[in-house]
């Protein structure tokens, strides 16, 4: 073992390493929880940024390359389209679905499955989208002016798990929802579960995993998972062969192609025209997609909205480009209004650029590379680091840690294309970022047009759990917008900015009519009663 040790030690001899022990290398560092995983890939962020070169973590002797540099991962993600041995845990979930699939089934598959999510599908989806973010608004609204609380788990997850299988699957048209409570306990559980198996090197074989209570714990969660994608399927293909007995390709109401094409349905035509993609391989799909889009577009709405929070200046702007864009109006997005959003999205991929949902990917090199620094040899993990990318100062200049989303607004487009890494580079890059794009656009605008944020985003504890997220996840609160005109009402009193109000009387109309005077008390803003009316007077009437 020694001698194969400094063999294999010798062959990556003059990189960077992370210390490693004797044969077990830094597999003691890996095992932990999700924050583990994100402070070790922070640190080998910074060693890779500091000595401008790529860093190996040894998983015993099983060495991981891993890389931020934008020419480096340029030669990878477009030589390599393998996936490394841990990507094959997912695979009791999502079979050979885009994400898990070995090289040659992606190869045969992409092909296909590459132009499913083109503009025009997209725009079809905003119907839902729009649905998905009025509701959001509307549990938000509960919370205005109470105590910070976790978004995420009690709001966003819903909406984006909801959005994600109302497309993916159709089932706006069944039912009303999908998304019960068992679904999302599952769902969810099911990224536990697989986080914790790849931070555990000893539950990696599958000889001793199948021994352990969390494989019994996955098979259930994912049978409940599945079952609703194969009941969906059965439902849709009964639908499909019932419309084509009656002969109606098209709408049956008016003759018109439907414009809201679920990501099923395009499977389902696809399968027609080419056999080779079974009912197994479509399920596989679906279900990848949904896990593709839920977390990811979750946690970038939260980031952004805890960025935001806490840098009223930008928040600001995104609200003056909203008004600009629907004016006084609640109505919902348009597709041509996602083109004028152009300050949104540079906050979109500032926060992606810092942030991203995916800190992390990984492939594996089927040939000898030979990158700017290095040459790596046939067999090698390659881990390339979305979150090195994204604050590289090599890339991104010395204010690459500063929030600042008017670096994308100038017309060169700032830093290096590879660089930029939180839909991936290359082949096997992001086949969502469209669809990605105008959700995230679509909730934003609805938020930000009637509420407000407030975060603390300082000293930020992070983890990963499949995706990137704050250990803290309680850490927004709502306030309803005071719209410019409402500001300059001489009846409005504003409680912003830590103005002391306390004794101030508030002259207000009640639903009567009548003229009442309210005592402020509190610090900053009335509370109970006097709160509760102010509330429900503003709601009733926005000019009182
Ligand atoms: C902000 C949102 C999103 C981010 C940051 C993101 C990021 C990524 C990244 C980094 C990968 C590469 C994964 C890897 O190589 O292991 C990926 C792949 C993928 N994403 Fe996304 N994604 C987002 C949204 C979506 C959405 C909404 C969908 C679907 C509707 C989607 C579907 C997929 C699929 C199918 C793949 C696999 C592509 C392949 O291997 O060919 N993603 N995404």
């Not at 660089?419 to 794009?437: D, E, T, V």
């Not at 938020?447 to 975060?455: A, K, N, T």
Request: hydrophobic share 35%; glycine share 8%; proline share 6%.
């Amino acid at each position: 073992l020694w001698s194969y040790e400094r063999r294999v030690r010798s062959v990556f001899k003059g990189i960077p390493t992370l210390p490693p022990l004797p044969i077990i290398g830094n597999i003691h560092q890996v095992l932990g929880d999700g924050r583990v995983l994100f402070r070790l890939l922070k640190s080998v962020a910074e060693i890779c940024d500091t000595n401008n070169s790529p860093c190996i973590a040894w998983l015993g002797l099983y060495p991981i390359f891993i890389t931020h540099d934008p020419e480096d991962v340029k030669v990878i993600t477009n030589s390599c389209v393998e996936k490394p041995f841990l990507y094959n845990f997912g695979r009791v979930w999502l079979g050979h679905g885009l994400v898990t699939a070995p090289a040659a089934v992606w190869k045969h598959n992409i092909k296909k499955l590459s132009g499913t999510f083109t503009s025009s599908v997209v725009d079809g989806y905003l119907g839902v989208f729009n649905a998905q973010a009025e509701k959001l608004v509307a549990g938000l609204k509960t919370e205005v002016g109470k105590e910070p609380f976790d978004i995420i788990n009690k709001y966003l997850a819903y909406t984006t798990l909801e959005a994600i299988c109302q497309t993916a699957l159709g089932v706006s048209k069944i039912s009303e929802s999908i998304v019960t409570s068992e679904y999302y306990e599952a769902f969810n559980r099911c990224l536990e579960l697989l986080t914790a198996r790849g931070l555990n090197v000893f539950l990696y074989p599958d000889v001793i995993y199948r021994l352990t209570p969390a494989h019994r714990e996955i098979k259930r969660c994912v049978a409940i998972i599945h079952n609703v994608s194969e009941t969906v399927m059965k439902k849709r293909k009964l639908e499909r062969e019932e419309k084509k007995k009656r002969n109606k390709t098209k709408n049956e109401n008016n003759g018109e192609e439907p414009r809201f094409k679920a990501f099923l349905d395009i499977l389902m035509e696809l399968s027609e025209l080419d056999p080779s993609l079974t009912e197994q391989q479509i399920k596989s799909e679906v279900d990848t997609i949904i896990v593709g889009g839920q977390e990811t577009v979750a946690s970038t709405i939260l980031f952004t909205l805890l960025m935001i929070g806490c840098k009223p200046g930008i928040q600001n702007k995104m609200y003056d480009e909203m008004r600009r864009i629907f004016g006084d109006s609640k109505r919902p997005v348009r597709k041509e209004d996602l083109s004028e959003m152009k300050y949104c999205e540079a906050v979109i991929y500032e926060t992606l650029r810092l942030y991203p949902p995916v800190p992390g990917v990984m492939r594996y090199s089927d040939r000898d590379l030979q990158l700017k620094s290095c040459k790596i040899p046939k067999g090698t993990v390659c881990g390339i680091s979305g979150w090195g990318a994204g604050r590289s100062t090599r890339t991104w200049g010395p204010d690459a840690a500063l929030y600042r989303p008017e670096r994308w607004l100038s017309d060169t487009p700032p830093g290096n294309p590879a660089g930029f890494l939180a839909f991936s580079y290359g082949r096997r890059a992001c086949i969502g970022k469209k669809y990605a794009m105008a959700i995230l656009k679509t909730i934003l605008a609805h938020c930000l047009r009637e509420l407000e944020f407030v975060s603390q985003a300082d000293n930020m504890q992070m983890k990963i759990d499949i995706a990137l997220r704050p250990i803290s996840g309680h850490l927004i609160q709502v306030r309803q917008r005071i719209d410019d005109k409402m500001k300059n009402h001489p009846n409005t009193v504003l409680h912003s900015g830590g103005v002391d109000i306390r004794g101030l009387l508030l002259r207000v109309p009640d639903i009567h009519g009548v003229v009442r005077v309210l005592p402020m008390c509190g610090d900053r803003r009335p509370v109970g009663r006097h709160h509760y009316l102010l509330t429900r007077l503003l709601q009733r009437d926005r000019n009182c």
